[in-house]
């Protein structure tokens, strides 16, 4: 490469101030090295990222031992946060409740959008309308969602009591229940979300060779133990991938609860996040706020590595 | 024959009964706000009124600044895209191509930071924005979503794909790394631009997290925020409400329709992160 650069920088007229005794080419050859280039065109993401990420990372980790309220001055505390965590049985609350949410949340969005996916993945009539119908939710906020859901909850005139009456179905108080409100928020969550992960299912989906289900057509195979031998195994990867990613969103579910019942009632739906913002936000705990993201940093570390793991044992780079 | 029949008509049902799932609540909100008030509570529901209520949306436009939340979450949305797609390319373009020391470590660092919680740096984030007296200000919102890991990710993965022959002809007629990122690359990835932009697009518009943390006054809220204002104040004037979350997901739905290829392409590009 600096052989190249000799060769053609010569021949190039300068411009610009020369320095008085350096090679006139000096300026030129800078200009060609990739690592001119690289610090220049990094330079933006180094500092938004030093500035934004990196150091709050490292922040929020030493806010962690101390208690701060913003006003007076910073005090260190140790482990104390963490230990008072263990302690506060609101905290322990909102933990299972993260838990609930997600373990429900999780495994059945996974299921019925994989269904969804495989019926969609045929030579189908109507597929872009059925992809963007099931897309509408992911692209709404979540705010319109939550309006509209509480709307559809309402035990008096609310479409959800209304469908399950026709059924002979007498439908609870949903979201004024300390048992179905958080039923009630998983449902509205997994409706949002399966559009989402049906799309990733698809594109699985599109790598799985023809040849499979054709060997199992002259085997006699009938439609479900393809599905069961051939589509979900081969989708492992795949549901892999879709499963570690709606934890790690639904460990941080916030909006969902903020908005459809303030995690009430009695923190029946209250989770990390909501706890955590009340914490930081209404309380100004900034420390104690802190140790609780510092919580939350560790469930989504434990099932990223998680991840790592088995993918190197699946060996997919 | 006959099973692929029976298949075939099993996954319309299927699809059918989901897809009116999805349809459903968007229809009733739609309707629902072009409802009298006592028509909401009419048992069973019906899906229009006796008439049309525009006034619904009058009255809503009167009320709450509509139009300040649009303009506002359009500009935040506009600069925070533009600046990601800048940053994002330079720093997807350096990551794919220049050989530097230490790149595969700066890299690493990058990504093993995609799975830090938002929440993790909210904190020392809100304790910074007010330090510099930026709290209540658009800049509270906009600083920190200037650069990406995730879209850096994305646009280094697509500079992958593009053959090395192009760069180096470039370079023998005496291109420097911009002008190969400048005139190759940046021409070459308009398609993963776009998807990235859509993607980015729809992530800061219904953003709701950071503007409730920073934003207090009604002039400066964005669509979300100023909808969850709105039905603080509202409770459960339902069709005004109504009329309120149809205003403020139109935009983004009338986005995606257009651009629907684009999100879905967004989507996939997201899951090869897993593979």
Redesign the interface.
């Known amino acids: 490469m600096n052989a190249e650069n000799r060769l053609t920088a010569p021949s190039v007229p300068m411009r610009g101030p020369t320095p008085v005794s350096g090679k006139p080419s000096k300026l030129k050859k800078l200009l060609h090295k990739d690592g001119t280039w690289a610090f220049l065109l990094l330079l933006p993401n180094i500092l938004g990222f030093l500035a934004f990420t990196l150091i709050p990372v490292f922040a929020s980790f030493a806010l962690s031992f101390t208690a701060w309220d913003m006003l007076s001055p910073m005090q260190w505390v140790g482990l104390s946060n963490y230990t008072q965590l263990a302690n506060d049985e609101t905290f322990i609350k909102v933990f299972w409740n993260t838990i609930y949410f997600a373990g429900v949340s999780v495994p059945a969005g996974i299921v019925i959008s994989l269904f969804l996916a495989v019926a969609l993945d045929q030579n189908i009539r109507f597929k872009k309308f059925y992809r963007a119908a099931f897309f509408l939710p992911v692209v709404s906020s979540m705010v319109a969602v939550a309006v509209v859901w509480q709307f559809i909850y309402n035990p008096e005139y609310g479409m959800m009591n209304f469908f399950l009456d026709k059924i002979g179905i007498r439908g609870p108080d949903w979201l004024t229940s300390t048992v179905w409100a958080m039923p009630a928020v998983i449902i509205t969550s997994v409706w949002k979300n399966l559009g989402f992960n049906m799309l990733i299912y698809l594109a699985g989906l599109q790598g799985i060779s023809e040849d499979y289900y054709e060997a199992a057509d002259i085997d006699g195979a009938r439609w479900h133990q393809k599905f069961l031998f051939i589509t979900v195994p081969l989708l492992s990867p795949t549901t892999f991938f879709v499963t570690v990613m709606s934890f790690i969103s639904s460990f941080q579910v916030f909006d969902t609860v903020f908005l459809m019942t303030q995690g009430g009632p009695a923190r029946s739906t209250s989770v990390i996040v909501h706890y955590l913002y009340e914490n930081a936000f209404k309380y100004f705990s900034m420390g104690y706020a802190s140790a609780m993201a510092y919580i939350l940093f560790f469930m989504v570390l434990v099932i990223t590595l998680i991840q790592f793991w088995r993918q190197q044992k699946w060996g997919i780079h | 024959m006959k099973?692929i029949r029976v298949?075939?008509v099993?996954?319309?049902l299927?699809?059918l009964a989901?897809?009116l799932?999805?349809?459903?609540?968007?229809i009733?909100?739609v309707s629902?706000s072009l409802k009298q008030l006592k028509e909401?509570?009419?048992?069973?529901?019906t899906l229009f009124g006796e008439r049309i209520q525009w006034e619904n949306y009058l009255q809503i436009s009167e009320r709450f600044p509509f139009d300040i939340y649009f303009l506002n979450s359009l500009k935040i949305t506009i600069i925070v895209v533009i600046a990601q797609l800048?940053?994002?390319s330079?720093?997807g373009?350096?990551f794919a191509r220049?050989?530097?020391?230490y790149?595969e470590l700066?890299f690493g660092l990058?990504l093993a930071?995609m799975?830090?919680?938002?929440?993790?740096?909210?904190?020392?984030?809100?304790?910074?924005m007010?330090h510099y007296n930026l709290i209540d200000t658009h800049y509270s919102l906009i600083?920190?979503a200037?650069?990406s890991?995730f879209g850096?990710f994305l646009l280094r993965q697509f500079f992958l794909t593009i053959p090395a022959s192009l760069e180096d002809a470039a370079?023998?007629d005496?291109c420097?790394?911009?002008g190969v990122?400048w005139r190759i690359f940046v021409p070459l990835s308009k398609p993963a631009m776009a998807t990235l932009g859509v993607f980015v697009f729809?992530g800061i518009?219904?953003d709701?997290?950071a503007p409730?943390?920073y934003i207090n006054s009604q002039m400066k809220m964005t669509?979300?925020?100023g909808?969850?204002s709105m039905?603080g104040m509202y409770g459960t004037d339902?069709p005004v409400?109504?009329a309120?979350?149809v205003i403020?997901?139109i935009p983004?739905?009338t986005i995606?329709?257009l651009a629907?290829d684009f999100?879905?392409k967004g989507?996939?590009l997201?899951?090869l992160?897993?593979?």
């Open positions: 099973q298949f075939k099993t996954a319309h299927v699809l989901g897809a799932t999805m349809i459903l609540p968007f009733w909100t629902t909401v509570f009419v048992f069973p529901p800048i940053t994002s330079m720093a373009f350096v220049l050989r530097f020391r790149r700066l990058y930071t799975m830090v919680p938002a929440q993790v740096v909210m904190i020392p984030n809100f304790i910074i007010r600083l920190p200037l650069v890991a850096t370079k023998i005496g420097t790394p911009f990122y729809m518009w219904n709701f997290l409730l943390v669509l979300p925020l909808l969850a039905q339902w409400l109504m309120g979350t403020s997901i983004l739905i995606f329709l629907q999100f879905i989507v996939t997201s899951g992160k897993g593979e």
